[in-house]
């Protein structure tokens, strides 16, 4: 059993609405080296794409990605939730996404100066839920011009329709944790 699956065994916690709880190692306080430990599968699995960059979205995406973009030894650029001042609007490519665990849409962005048409992006986020997230960031992808060629997901919650969404639109879904069910706050694995 990988690190990040015995992590999530011990040290997960299951809400309702199904949503893990994982604060302990990933999304508040962050242990490297379960991040390290699942950076090989993703390199393993995305090598010989020609991966130019790595994307994501602030906050909870930005630890696994920065590791995996350092393995690849490319850029990591993460979607920002807010404008910043020296981000003008006719320099940004922005899209709507919906917030699982927070239940709210807003509007990310990123800046023109970070994607080319020629860049070919590797998407590296937290969860997989709805695809919600993923899904915006491919769509910033595009704006580009430039190509997702894949989706990296540390922990993916199978049960729900975010594989099935991700892959119908064709795009190569890898997951390092694939979670089965959260069923009466017991957390199954695929395998
Ligand atoms: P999606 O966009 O696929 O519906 O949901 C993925 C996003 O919502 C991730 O970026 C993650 O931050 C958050 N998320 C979805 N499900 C969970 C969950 O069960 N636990 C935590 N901690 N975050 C989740």
Not at 24 to 41: A, C, R, T, W
Request: with cysteine; hydrophobic share 35%; glycine share 6%.
């Amino acid at each position: 059993m990988s690190n990040l699956k015995q992590m999530v065994l011990d040290y997960g916690k299951v809400y309702p609405g199904n949503v893990l709880k994982v604060d302990s190692f990933l999304n508040h306080q962050i242990d490297p080296h379960v991040i390290k430990s699942i950076e090989n599968d993703f390199y393993q699995y995305f090598k010989n794409k020609g991966i130019t960059k790595v994307l994501t979205i602030e906050s909870s995406g930005i630890a696994p990605a920065l590791m995996v973009a350092y393995r690849f030894d490319v850029p990591m650029l993460f979607a920002k939730k807010a404008l910043p001042s020296t981000i003008k609007s006719e320099d940004k490519y922005e899209t709507l996404v919906h917030s699982y665990t927070k239940n709210t849409s807003s509007n990310v962005f990123i800046s023109k100066e970070y994607l080319d048409k020629d860049d070919k992006v590797l998407i590296i986020d937290d969860f997989l839920a709805n695809g919600e997230a993923a899904a915006g960031l491919a769509d910033l992808i595009e704006q580009s011009g430039a190509e997702t060629v894949g989706i990296g997901i540390c922990i993916e919650k199978s049960f729900q329709p975010g594989r099935e969404r991700l892959e119908k639109a064709g795009y190569d879904v890898y997951s390092t944790c694939r979670i089965k069910s959260l069923g009466d706050g017991k957390i199954e694995f695929y395998e």
